[in-house]
């Protein structure tokens, strides 16, 4: 799964602690999510998508379904 | 606690810990070499039946250090300082009313483990299991020790008392933990089934009853809560 967690972050000039602080986790996840080792639940992913007003599809994304919409292209 | 604390906190415990079991064990194994030479056995087959009497305290010594090293590693992120409070106060832990009966069962264990191995020192009959309650009267002596000095953060004792975990033990934490837990218990299982009970059956000719029973009960178990949580969730 990837996520476009850090590049938001970075728009929205917030700290890793400052966002697990909102979504109240450790930064450790936050890290984690930012490089692709972890998963975050549901849960987690609907309150990430919450504190930068997107929706979840465009925040998270399976790897598969990029490399099948860039061999259509 | 905040980080240093904690950091020097964890390197202490896991060297006291590492260098206590590494104690027993090298005073296990030699001392019972020690034994098998005196009775006239060669240096090899000494040591051979040293390590074949000890096989089940070393492996339940070993998993029993994997886990506590586990623990330990843990530590960081638990002592990890909050900056929020907790979502709700309900649920809550009162942590002197968990504090008081957990302490309460680890001093009556101790007092047990203490009479039992005094008995067996004094009447020279001392057992390779002894060792067992050795390892766990030093486990819970530190974690009676623990639970009286330090009082968890109020977000680690709302954690422990509600279904909302926080930031100090969020949902990342939680599925390490069940990770680490189920890969002790693999290895665990693992090695008593293709190490323990065919070294015991192949070398001795026997067949080690205890070993496979708990082997059985352990799988049984892990069927058991395993439809239990598939009704569940």
């Given amino acids: 799964m990837l996520n476009r967690l850090k590049v938001l972050r970075s728009e929205y000039g917030m700290t890793q602690e400052e966002v697990a602080d909102r979504v109240g986790v450790s930064r450790q996840?936050?890290?984690?999510?930012?490089?692709?080792?972890?998963?975050?639940?549901?849960?987690?992913?609907?309150?990430?998508?919450?504190?930068f007003s997107i929706s979840i599809e465009d925040m998270f994304c399976i790897s598969e379904h990029i490399e099948s919409e860039d061999n259509d292209e | 606690m905040n980080k240093p604390e904690a950091n020097r906190l964890e390197r202490l415990a896991k060297l006291v810990y590492t260098l206590t079991l590494l104690g027993m064990l090298v005073y296990g194994v030699t001392w019972r070499a020690l034994q098998a030479r005196q009775k006239g056995m060669g240096a090899l087959q000494a040591l051979e039946s040293a390590i074949h009497l000890d096989v089940y305290v070393v492996m339940t010594l070993a998993a029993v250090a994997l886990g506590m090293f586990l623990c330990l590693s843990f530590l960081r992120r638990f002592s990890e300082t909050p900056t929020t409070s907790p979502p709700v106060e309900k649920g809550r832990t009162r942590w002197r009313r968990l504090r008081v009966p957990a302490i309460v069962i680890a001093v009556l264990y101790a007092f047990e483990s203490a009479w039992r191995l005094a008995k067996h020192a004094s009447t020279g009959s001392w057992h390779s299991e002894d060792w067992l309650y050795l390892a766990g009267a030093a486990l819970l002596a530190v974690v009676a020790i623990g639970l009286w000095?330090?009082?968890?953060?109020?977000?680690?004792?709302?954690?422990?008392?509600?279904?909302?975990?926080?930031r100090v033990n969020d949902e990342r934490t939680q599925r390490v933990q069940e990770k680490a837990s189920l890969t002790t218990l693999r290895l665990f299982l693992l090695f008593l089934m293709f190490v323990g009970i065919p070294y015991e059956a192949i070398v001795y000719g026997r067949w080690p009853v205890i070993t496979m029973a708990l082997v059985v009960i352990l799988g049984i178990i892990q069927q058991s809560t395993r439809s239990y949580w598939n009704r569940r969730l």
């Fill in chain 1, 29 to 51: 996840t936050i890290i984690s999510i930012e490089s692709g080792r972890y998963n975050p639940s549901i849960i987690l992913a609907y309150k990430l998508s919450c504190l």
């Fill in chain 2, 149 to 166: 000095m330090w009082e968890p953060s109020p977000e680690e004792l709302h954690d422990m008392g509600s279904e909302h975990p926080s």
